[in-house]
C-alpha cells in the first residue's frame, strides 16, 4: 500500500481526499508529478489495454490516459512507470522500449532508452 496526504492505493483502489474512485480495472501503484496524480492499473497479462497509465488531479477528475503503445492486437502494455532523475515521467512496453511522456496530455515525447 503506498499512502500520502492526498491520494492512497488499497488492494487495487485508488483513493484521492480518501474517495474511493471507481475505475475499470485494478490500479498497481500511483505517484504524485507536477500536481498530477499518475496511476498504472495492474499488468496481468490478461486485459489487453494498451492505455493503462493515466492522470488524475487532486480533485479525482480524469485528466488523460496515456497514449496507445501500439495495436491492441500485440499486447504491448505499459509494464512500468518511473520518474527519471531529471524528474520525468517515463513508461515502458514489454518490448523494452521507454519513453518520456507528457504530463500535461499523456503523449509519447520523445523514447528514453531501450532495456532488454
Avoid: H
Avoid at 46 to 51: I, L, Q, S, V, W
Avoid at 73 to 93: H, P, Q
Wanted: proline share 3%; with cysteine.
Amino acid at each position: 500500500m503506498e499512502n500520502t496526504e492526498i491520494f492512497r492505493v488499497v488492494d487495487g483502489d485508488l483513493y484521492i481526499n480518501e474517495v474511493r474512485l471507481s475505475l475499470t480495472r485494478p490500479v498497481d501503484k500511483a505517484l504524485i508529478l507536477s500536481n498530477k496524480i499518475i496511476f498504472q492499473y495492474v499488468v496481468d497479462g490478461e486485459t489487453f489495454d494498451n492505455r493503462n497509465i493515466g492522470a488524475f488531479d487532486k480533485e479525482g477528475n480524469l485528466l488523460w490516459l496515456i497514449e496507445e503503445s501500439c495495436p491492441k492486437e500485440t499486447f504491448n502494455e505499459y509494464y512500468k512507470m518511473y520518474v527519471s532523475d531529471s524528474g520525468e515521467l517515463i513508461a515502458r512496453i514489454w518490448a523494452g522500449q521507454e519513453f518520456v511522456i507528457d504530463l500535461d496530455s499523456g503523449k509519447r515525447l520523445k523514447p528514453y532508452r531501450f532495456v532488454k
